[in-house]
């Protein structure tokens, strides 16, 4: 077996059913200084997949037995394989025969005869962008951010392992059913907002969704995605666990000015805080000024400072 750590450039698979093709691209594509894999057809070729991953794969369209479309088709319906870059090596040239191959999968297409240097160039761009995709797949997957993508009907086309946690959190706390992974809806109360979000006039500020339960606090933006028909949703969770009544009976606050602080301190405005406590970001603004004039202080940062320099939480 290959050992695909010691290539510097990348494993490059050739499928191809004339001797003479696989010859030319083996022998170029070593001298550039890529591993290669041939295969003579397309079933050889998935069956070798399986032992040795491929970075990217040259596959010829006309080939004896299942030919190059129908293979793309089913690397691509396995999770396995289906991120591995594909370009068609073709000699059709008809506009729907090349469209056919972009329906199935692929990332480019060659034209033969084979041009060995735009063979090269094709392959750099593809190996590059697929590993700058694989970085950011890693990045995000170690990161603690939490955010997922959806299409307009509200179905989840992407998320992070993280959302998928705050998910799963969200639908416990309210008692909400259905799966929470890609190709499913999102759950149904932030499903209603997302909706109503995308409904909202174009120079309007889209609203954040919030939801309080089991002292748990669940928030969630959302923002176009470059995609069009995509949104992305950046999802946010925190835990209240003061004390309100110790801080009530403390500091001499009512419990709702308790409540409003609380939600202070975890860097919620005046508007979020309202959505939360069903009030107006108004009443809210009220209730800071008690709450200052209580406590001797000016700003909000400085009324949750008294709170954690006596202990109270």
């Given at each position: 077996m290959i050992d695909k750590t010691a290539s510097s450039k990348g494993i490059v698979m050739i499928v191809d059913d004339i001797p003479g093709n696989l010859a030319l691209l083996s022998d170029m594509l070593s001298e550039a200084g890529y591993r290669v894999l041939v295969a003579t057809d397309g079933l050889s070729a998935i069956e070798q997949i399986s032992y040795l991953k491929p970075d990217i794969i040259l596959?010829?369209?006309?080939?004896?037995?299942?030919?190059?479309?129908?293979?793309?088709?089913?690397?691509?319906?396995?999770?396995?394989?289906?991120?591995?870059?594909?370009?068609?090596?073709?000699?059709?040239?008809?506009l729907d025969d090349l469209l056919r191959g972009f329906d199935e999968g692929a990332v480019d297409y060659i034209v033969k005869p084979i041009r060995p240097p735009e063979v090269l160039a094709r392959i750099d761009v593809q190996l590059n962008q697929a590993r700058n995709l694989k970085r950011a797949e890693i990045a995000l997957n170690s990161s603690p951010f939490s955010a997922l993508a959806a299409d307009s009907t509200g179905t989840?086309?992407?998320?992070?392992?993280?959302?998928?946690?705050?998910?799963?959190?969200?639908?416990?706390?309210?008692?909400?059913?259905?799966?929470?992974?890609?190709?499913?809806?999102?759950?149904?109360?932030?499903?209603?907002?997302?909706?109503?979000?995308?409904?909202?006039?174009?120079?309007?500020?889209?609203?954040?969704?919030?939801?309080?339960?089991?002292?748990?606090?669940?928030?969630?933006?959302?923002?176009?995605?470059?995609?069009?028909?995509?949104?992305?949703?950046?999802?946010d969770q925190s835990s209240a666990e003061w004390d309100l009544e110790s801080v009530r009976h403390n500091l001499g606050l009512t419990f709702r000015e308790v409540e409003i602080l609380m939600w202070v301190s975890m860097g919620k405005t005046n508007k979020e805080i309202g959505i939360i406590l069903g009030s107006s970001p108004r009443t809210i603004n009220k209730h800071l000024e008690h709450i200052f004039e209580k406590l001797g202080v000016g700003t909000r940062a400085a009324a949750v400072s008294t709170v954690l320099q006596r202990s109270l939480i």
């Open positions: 596959l010829d369209v006309m080939m004896q037995g299942i030919d190059g479309f129908e293979t793309c088709n089913r690397l691509k319906a396995n999770p396995d394989t289906a991120d591995i870059p594909v370009l068609f090596m073709t000699a059709l040239t008809e989840i086309t992407w998320l992070t392992p993280c959302a998928r946690q705050w998910l799963d959190l969200f639908v416990q706390k309210h008692a909400i059913t259905g799966p929470c992974s890609s190709g499913n809806p999102l759950p149904s109360l932030l499903l209603s907002w997302y909706k109503a979000s995308l409904n909202q006039s174009s120079d309007s500020e889209p609203d954040t969704f919030l939801s309080h339960r089991q002292g748990i606090s669940f928030s969630a933006k959302i923002s176009p995605c470059l995609h069009n028909g995509e949104y992305l949703l950046v999802l």
